[in-house]
């Protein structure tokens, strides 16, 4: 079993920054890749961004040059800085621990961004 615990979310004007945070705990296998995923209402969960334990990162087109997301392996969490926020940035944001095997999910964070 592995626990994520996410927190950072919040209210922000467009244009500002927020910076996301979660820590796993329990069970972690040294390869694994941790991710962002955000749900807008009415919306799928999509991919913003993942990286991998070795440092491999991927990312939405929409965030790219925005967004980054970082990981310390040592204290098992991963980030998301979100800089330059939009309106259309606003969702529920999730952390994802994935291995060959298994998914885990955290209980995910709103940011809203306001106009």
């Known amino acids: 079993q592995v626990q994520l615990v996410e927190s950072g979310g919040g209210l922000v004007q467009a244009g500002g920054s927020l910076r996301l945070s979660c820590a796993a705990s329990?069970?972690?296998?040294?390869?694994?890749?941790m991710g962002w995923f955000r749900q807008a209402p009415g919306n799928q969960r999509d991919l913003v961004a993942s990286?991998?334990?070795?440092?491999?990162?991927n990312y939405a087109d929409s965030v790219k040059g925005r967004f980054t997301i970082s990981r310390d392996n040592a204290k098992n969490t991963v980030y998301l800085q979100m800089n330059s926020l939009e309106s259309e940035d606003t969702a529920v944001y999730y952390c994802?621990?994935?291995?060959?095997?298994?998914?885990?999910w955290g209980q995910g964070t709103q940011v809203t961004v306001s106009s």
């Open positions: 994802k621990y994935s291995t060959s095997s298994v998914n885990y």
């Open positions: 329990g069970n972690i296998f040294r390869f694994n890749i």
């Open positions: 990286i991998t334990s070795y440092g491999s990162t």
